[in-house]
């Protein structure tokens, strides 16, 4: 059955700075931080909804971002003591993807350099990586969905017995609804295919980000083929990660906003079956890969 995707005419995302201070004058701090173009984009949206700061004192601030997943002990308490949450905000139509999203998180990267504080996306609740300008590129740290850190090499420690039949591993992305799309999961895993399960997430949510700056209802089949490309493009990489046919999914819905990705109907094996059988070796060995930043392969229809 087609799954039915309703892409939004604007969509929002939050970023907070735990800090101990704030800049006198916010708009030149970010001017003169971020790279020519970028400071110009941020000049332009700045004080408009595509680009909103906000200060307030961290008792009474609309976020709560005091336990953000995977920070280590010396930003949780840098958070926890900080005085001020300085929020960055975007509310913008989905043709100005994913530009728009990309200049506000610079720009709550630029203040938190100058005040030396913690910026956490509220929207995956991680910390922000200390990215370099440059591209948009979803693997920078926008998907939200991470292997769990109790991870052991892909080795089950729940059910060791279980081998490649345990079903442990469940991941859902957090923050592909301010890019227009549905959120993705995947779900019963084995621990041994983590990184394969994570990649096919990955690279499902690339496949489906251009739909994201076309607002209204679109029909998606229900078996999209994830390409070498795909892949390559979530990364920012210029050439395909694997020359060979392309991988089909099945996406079904699982409630509004959320779709579940899983082994194509026809394959008559469990989900573990499929991840090993069926795809190719790039999805199963690269975990975490530096964005190529010099990058700018056009795609088809995005």
């Not at 336990?67 to 100005?96: L, Q």
């Not at 052991?152 to 079903?167: I, K, L, Q, Y």
């Not at 959120?183 to 489906?208: F, K, M, P, S, Y």
């Not at 990705?261 to 090993?276: C, H, V, Y």
Request: some cysteine; overall charge negative; proline content about 11%.
């Amino acid at each position: 059955m087609p799954v039915t995707i309703t892409v939004p005419e604007e969509t929002s995302a939050r970023f907070v700075v735990a800090a101990d201070r704030v800049p006198a004058d916010i708009g030149a701090v970010i001017r003169r931080a971020l790279p020519g173009p970028s400071a110009t984009a941020a000049a332009d949206r700045l004080g408009t909804p595509a680009l909103m700061i906000s200060v307030h004192p961290a008792a009474s601030a609309p976020w709560n971002p005091e336990h953000p997943s995977g920070a280590d002990a010396a930003d949780a308490e840098a958070i926890a003591r900080a005085g001020r949450y300085i929020g960055v905000t975007s509310v913008t139509p989905v043709d100005d993807l994913p530009g728009a999203l990309h200049v506000a998180r610079a720009a709550a990267l630029a203040i938190a350099e100058e005040v030396c504080g913690i910026p956490v996306d509220v929207d995956t609740n991680q910390i922000l990586p200390a990215s370099r300008p440059g591209d948009f590129v979803l693997a920078d740290g926008w998907l939200g969905a991470s292997l769990p850190p109790y991870r052991n090499g892909g080795r089950c420690e729940a059910a060791p017995e279980a081998g490649e039949d345990c079903t442990c591993v469940h991941l859902r992305s957090r923050g592909l609804r301010r890019f227009g799309i549905p959120e993705l999961e995947i779900n019963g895993a084995a621990c041994t295919h983590d990184v394969a399960a994570l990649n096919v997430l990955r690279t499902t949510a690339q496949r489906l980000l251009p739909l994201g700056r076309h607002p209204g209802r679109h029909t998606v089949g229900s078996e999209p083929s994830l390409t070498g490309a795909d892949f390559a493009d979530f990364w920012g990489n210029r050439e395909p990660m694997w020359d060979g046919a392309p991988v089909p999914v099945r996406l079904t819905e699982a409630a509004h906003g959320r779709v579940v990705i899983e082994q194509p109907a026809g394959f008559p094996g469990t989900l573990n079956d499929w991840l090993w059988d069926e795809l190719p070796p790039a999805l199963h060995q690269v975990l975490s890969r530096e964005p190529d930043r010099t990058r700018a392969r056009p795609r088809p229809g995005g």
